[in-house]
């Protein structure tokens, strides 16, 4: 390992992996922290700009994401700044990309461009904390046949909100305006579980007997497959 490391793909980037993360991979089908990174990146959430406008037109969803933590000091209107910025960029290289375009507007499109590029990254991290929640609320919970949409909205609202600090409509909003991304969330949600139980297998423990499924996201899979 020392000559030749060993290199995992968290879902976004290649990292380096040390003994314990082999054995984890080997025993989970990951390590603790590619699955940390899981929960962490930025592929959990939506952050185009057909995204934020069905944000920004939903009074409630707006609500909703003011309720995270930190959201407001990203200003009052950052949704509606970042949707002009990239109507803006998005003019200026059809711009530059027919030859009509001047000095002054070419150094407009770099400020312009790295400005929005900026701004979105800061609401993606937001939105990101708010799925890293999710995990903790995983681990509690006994539903595991269930969908983590069943879960949160229908079966343990109650807990949902204790440990999340956040109410069903929070989470309810923002799922049905496709804020966040189905399929890596699919695939978040069964890492989590195949990396649980193994943990406790390894520790002698089968908290759930007879468990024959996992309910991920939005699906269910059987317990030795995986999501699409």
Same mark, same amino acid.
């Given at each position: 390992?020392?000559?030749?490391?060993?290199?995992?793909?968290?879902?976004?980037?290649?990292?380096?992996?040390?003994?314990?993360?082999?054995?984890?991979?080997?025993?989970?089908?990951?390590?603790?922290?590619?699955?940390?990174?899981?929960?962490?990146?930025?592929?959990?959430?939506?952050?185009?700009?057909?995204?934020?406008?069905?944000?920004?037109?939903?009074?409630?969803?707006?609500?909703? #994401?003011?309720?995270?933590?930190?959201?407001?000091?990203?200003?009052?209107?950052?949704?509606?700044?970042?949707?002009?910025?990239? +109507?803006?960029?998005? +003019?200026?290289?059809?711009?530059?990309?027919?030859?009509?375009?001047?000095?002054?507007?070419?150094?407009?499109?770099?400020?312009? +461009?790295?400005?929005?590029?900026?701004?979105?990254?800061?609401?993606?991290?937001?939105?990101?904390?708010?799925?890293?929640?999710?995990?903790?609320?995983?681990?509690?919970?006994?539903?595991?046949?269930?969908?983590?949409?069943? #879960?949160?909205?229908?079966?343990?609202?109650?807990?949902?909100?204790?440990?999340?600090?956040?109410?069903?409509?929070?989470?309810?909003?923002?799922?049905?305006?496709? #804020?966040?991304?189905?399929?890596?969330?699919?695939?978040?949600?069964?890492?989590?579980?195949?990396?649980?139980?193994?943990?406790?297998?390894?520790?002698?423990?089968?908290?759930?007997?007879?468990?024959?499924?996992?309910?991920?996201?939005?699906?269910?899979?059987?317990?030795?497959?995986?999501?699409?």
């Amino acid at each position: 390992m020392s000559f030749l490391p060993v290199l995992a793909y968290d879902g976004a980037n290649m990292t380096q992996i040390d003994a314990g993360g082999i054995l984890d991979i080997a025993m989970a089908g990951t390590s603790a922290t590619l699955l940390a990174r899981k929960w962490e990146s930025a592929l959990l959430v939506n952050v185009d700009n057909a995204t934020l406008r069905r944000i920004m037109d939903n009074e409630g969803a707006m609500k909703a #994401v003011e309720r995270i933590e930190g959201w407001r000091s990203l200003g009052d209107s950052i949704i509606q700044t970042i949707i002009n910025k990239g +109507e803006r960029v998005k +003019e200026l290289k059809g711009r530059a990309k027919s030859g009509h375009i001047t000095d002054r507007e070419k150094k407009e499109l770099s400020a312009e +461009e790295k400005e929005f590029k900026s701004k979105r990254r800061m609401v993606q991290e937001k939105l990101v904390k708010f799925a890293t929640r999710i995990p903790a609320f995983m681990y509690l919970t006994d539903f595991r046949e269930n969908t983590l949409q069943d #879960v949160i909205t229908k079966l343990e609202p109650d807990l949902f909100l204790s440990v999340t600090g956040l109410a069903v409509a929070d989470f309810h909003l923002p799922v049905r305006l496709k #804020v966040f991304s189905t399929e890596h969330m699919n695939q978040a949600v069964f890492a989590f579980r195949r990396y649980e139980d193994a943990s406790l297998s390894y520790s002698g423990i089968d908290s759930h007997p007879g468990l024959t499924r996992h309910g991920l996201y939005d699906t269910v899979v059987e317990r030795g497959g995986c999501p699409d």
